[in-house]
Every structure is written in structure tokens, then in C-alpha cells.
Nanobody
């Protein structure tokens, strides 16, 4: 079993930056694919970015060029660097592990989420 805990969310002005962290406990997750999803109020949870265990990455079109996913397996932590934030990036951000692709249902482990609010 793996427990995921996100941190780093907050309130930021449009154009600003935040870095989210997701730390795993319970077992090392270096062999897992990891991903970030987000859910805005009243909307479905959507894919944001993923990093496969081999290091390759994919991004949603809406964040490509602005967000960067990375991981530090020694620290059991995955990051999401978010730059040039827009009000439409406002959502609860969730990290996920042990899965594949861009679908919510494909991932076994989830964090509790961290709120990101971007003011205009």
C-alpha cells in the first residue's frame, strides 16, 4: 500500500508560479508511473501531466509549455512546477501513482488533493 500526500498549493495571482509536491510513504514508488490530475468545482477530474517510470512525460494541451512534472525517487517525491498560471488553472490538484495513461480510473493510488487558486 502507498500513501500519497500533496503539498504546495495556495493562492497566487495570474502569471505567478507554484510548485506542488507529492510524497509517497509505505513503499518506494520509483517503479511506478506517476501523474497529476485536477478537479475544478463542479467539473470532472482531468488529467494534467504524467511521468512514466522510465522518465518520459506527457502533458495536457492546456498546460503544455507552462507546467513541468518531475520526480526524485530518492525522496519518494513527485513535483509539478506550474508557471504562467491562469485563473482557469484554479482547481484541487491530485497526484496519482501506479497506473498508466490519462484516465482517472487507471490509477491505483491517490493523494487527498491540494487547492490551487489563481486570482485574476
Amino acid at each position: 500500500q502507498v500513501q500519497l500526500v500533496e503539498s504546495g498549493g495556495g493562492l497566487v495571482q495570474a502569471g505567478g508560479s507554484l510548485r506542488l509536491s507529492c510524497t509517497a510513504s509505505g513503499r518506494t514508488f520509483g517503479s511506478y508511473n506517476v501523474a497529476w490530475f485536477r478537479q475544478a468545482t463542479g467539473k470532472e477530474r482531468d488529467f494534467v501531466a504524467a511521468m512514466w517510470s522510465g522518465g518520459s512525460t506527457i502533458y495536457a494541451d492546456s498546460v503544455k509549455g507552462r507546467f513541468t512534472i518531475s520526480r526524485d525517487n530518492a525522496k519518494n517525491t513527485v513535483y509539478l512546477q506550474m508557471n504562467s498560471l491562469k485563473p482557469e488553472d484554479t482547481a484541487i490538484y491530485y497526484c496519482a501513482a501506479r497506473g498508466w495513461g490519462t484516465e482517472v480510473g487507471n490509477y491505483a493510488y491517490w493523494g487527498q488533493g491540494t487547492q490551487v487558486t489563481v486570482s485574476s
